[in-house]
């Protein structure tokens, strides 16, 4: 990022409470009834139903979870990279100085089973926010489609826990910025505040993350079950480029300038979830001393970046960008993520990354595309 990351003010954000089973987030919003029943009236939303319909797959049966996972051996793939960040850096001093591979190898091991787990929490705030936009949307083809959303998100919560928990070594508790984010989306009492906070923000950085690891990963059932899920994300976020554009071109400047900054800010609270602070704090590490090091390293920059890619031309597609004198561009500039504005947004891209043929992989027929 172009910007200094305040390291202060994001180790100053943390979970209170790394034991609690159960979380509770007042909803503020009101359960919508709508009687007009006309399928189709809004066609895109219809056609996006209609696909999710046939794109449903089952993650106990589909995945090949007799796959053996080899986590040293996946670990040690990395320990060549970790290493050429050491040779970049005076490491004299700081919490690496006398870390070999067995120190690197078990950070590669709790990065992954962080990151798993922060993907996992993602997708239970997905389901708990698509189950929100079902009551609260008044479209019924959004409320359709919202329907078949709500079962992919528990499918997801499904597959990443059952991968954490017996393919990796257990899983992490929530990151505390995703946490605030994740309470924010469901406070609110506009439904399109959930639309843009989860759909477009926490969906669209999902999608480009699981585009990264899927891209990055050679263990094999990992692989194919980021693809199932890539297939279901990117139908998730056309829904909601394709039902706020029409609601957004109708807001005032000042109800759109709420939507840019509740944005920005969703935006940093991402940024900063990825920081991984937990991961130090369980391998012994004083979390500022690491990440003063850590956010100079040009491939976590790079991580971050794109991990914007699918954010910012969906903003651009539903208006966000340029409204209000450019506020949110401006905020994207700094950011140092607003060179992804002209990529593709989701709602025109969300069919290339479908699998078809899902009875046929059913059957053996055919292996989901891992390439």
Request: charged share 25%.
């Amino acid at each position: 990022m172009t910007d200094v990351v305040d390291l202060e003010a994001v180790l100053s954000v943390s979970n209170t409470d790394v034991d609690e089973v159960i979380h509770t987030v007042a909803d503020h919003a009101d359960a919508i009834f709508t009687w007009d029943y006309e399928k189709g009236a809004r066609p895109q939303l219809n056609k996006l139903y209609e696909k999710a319909k046939h794109s449903q797959w089952n993650g106990e049966t589909d995945l090949p979870w007799d796959t053996e996972v080899d986590l040293e051996a996946q670990a040690q793939l990395q320990v060549d990279t970790f290493r050429a960040f050491t040779e970049s850096y005076d490491l004299k001093g700081s919490p690496f100085e006398r870390w070999g591979d067995k120190e690197w190898a078990t950070l590669n091991i709790e990065s992954a089973n962080w990151t798993l787990s922060q993907f996992m929490h993602g997708e239970q705030g997905a389901l708990i926010c698509t189950a929100k936009i079902v009551e609260t949307v008044p479209w019924i083809d959004a409320k359709y489609y919202a329907a078949t959303q709500v079962m992919d998100e528990a499918r997801h919560v499904e597959v990443f826990a059952k991968y954490l928990d017996t393919k990796l070594s257990g899983y992490y508790p929530v990151n505390a910025h995703l946490k605030l984010l994740l309470d924010d989306i469901v406070e609110d009492s506009r439904w399109d505040i959930t639309y843009l906070g989860m759909q477009i923000m926490v969906e669209g950085l999902a999608l480009a993350a699981f585009g990264f690891l899927h891209a990055l990963t050679t263990e094999p059932l990992l692989k194919q079950l980021l693809r199932y899920v890539m297939s279901d994300e990117a139908r998730h976020v056309a829904f909601g480029v394709l039902s706020l554009k029409e609601y957004y071109e109708g807001l005032s400047d000042a109800e759109m300038f709420e939507r840019q900054q509740f944005a920005y800010e969703a935006s940093l609270r991402m940024r900063d979830r990825f920081l991984q602070q937990e991961v130090w704090d369980r391998m012994g590490v004083n979390p500022k001393e690491a990440l003063q090091l850590v956010v100079q390293d040009p491939g976590r920059v790079m991580f971050q970046q794109i991990l914007f890619a699918k954010i910012v031309p969906n903003c651009k597609k539903l208006g966000l960008l340029d409204r209000n004198d450019q506020w949110l561009r401006r905020r994207f500039e700094e950011m140092g993520v607003i060179q992804f504005e002209d990529w593709i947004d989701t709602s025109d891209e969300y069919e290339t990354l479908q699998i078809e043929g899902l009875e046929q992989l059913r059957s053996g027929e055919l292996r989901a595309d891992a390439s």
